[in-house]
Nanobody, 129 residues
Framework: QVQLVESGGGLVQAGGSLRLSCAAS????????TGWFRQAPGKERDFVAT????????FYADSVKGRFTISRDYAKNTVYLQMNSLKPEDTAVYYC??????????????????????WGQGTQVTVSS
């Protein structure tokens, strides 16, 4: 069984930064992509960013472009989300997700959470104004 464990969430003032980590453990598997989604209270789970392991290609939601950066570390089996210039509207639970079958179709379906096979438990990010 594969487990994804997020960490790095917390409380930060507007304009501040946080770095989230997503570490994979358990049975290894070939991953096409790992992404981040977020969900605010009473709202749907929204796409934030995705990275493809083999190519390093990245995709971002328009709302975070220029402020967030996703990256991967093969040796640590970990994906990071560096979040800068945080805004109160970034407040949400952030989830890590992995596509192991290629369902995200090389970027065409990265925003669809149903295309991801494994999910972490989430980490809370709160940005105060």
């Amino acid at each position: 069984q594969v487990q994804l464990v997020e960490s790095g969430g917390g409380l930060v003032q507007a304009g501040g930064s946080l770095r989230l980590s997503c570490a994979a453990s358990g049975r290894t598997f070939s991953r096409y992509a790992t992404g981040w989604f977020r969900q605010a209270p009473g709202k749907e789970r929204d796409f934030v960013a995705t990275i493809y392991w083999s190519t390093g290609n990245t995709f971002y939601a328009d709302s975070v472009k220029g402020r967030f950066t996703i990256s991967r570390d093969y040796a640590k089996n970990t994906v990071y989300l560096q979040m800068n210039s945080l805004k109160p509207e970034d407040t949400a639970v952030y989830y890590c997700a992995a596509d192991k079958t290629g369902s995200t179709d090389y970027g065409l379906r990265v925003e669809d959470p149903s295309q991801y096979d494994y999910w972490g438990q989430g980490t809370q990010v709160t940005v105060s104004s």
